[in-house]
């Protein structure tokens, strides 16, 4: 299958994974540069420790019987292309992460690529990235910026 417009450019499955992987480490940086700084400063009060957020319960699970803690937030009437999955409407949390509150942006892209040998990949993806305040495994709230690729 080739691009839907004449002329458009298109990119290997490997460049979009290389840009994507990019972009995520860009924003999850950007967020761990600050604590970086502090704990730099030799205070010891000012330094903060990373602890893991707790996932949301449930999520999808995939034919292999593992569990991804998402639900797909959108319109109930898409059905993605390669997957046939649906998403799960407008009134789901976005949010991977137990208790938190902030901000989410989502993506879906479907399409198809070409790899190196010259075969047609499928391509599907749906990213998500959260900034906010969260309860952390060991009770405390705390700040962050989570992204799912």
């Not at 502090?38 to 010891?44: N, P, V």
């Not at 893991?52 to 797909?72: D, E, M, N, R, Y």
């Not at 989410?104 to 391509?123: F, K």
């Amino acid at each position: 299958m080739g691009p839907t417009l004449p002329g458009a450019p298109t990119i290997s499955r490997r460049r979009f994974v290389q840009i994507a992987a990019t972009a995520a480490a860009g924003v999850t940086g950007a967020t761990l540069a600050g604590p970086a700084r502090t704990a730099a400063s030799g205070d010891e009060h000012d330094r903060q420790t990373v602890v893991p957020p707790k996932p949301i319960p449930g999520g999808v699970t995939l034919p292999t019987g593992a569990q991804i803690h998402v639900w797909p937030a959108g319109d109930p009437a898409v059905t993605l292309p390669f997957t046939h999955s649906t998403l799960r409407g407008f009134d789901v949390d976005p949010s991977t992460v137990t208790d938190f509150r902030g901000f989410s942006a989502l993506a879906y892209h479907a399409g198809t690529a070409t790899g190196s040998d010259g075969a047609t990949y499928n391509l599907e993806t749906h990213m998500t990235v959260h900034r906010g305040s969260y309860v952390a495994a060991d009770g405390i709230r705390r700040f962050g910026t989570f992204s799912f690729i």
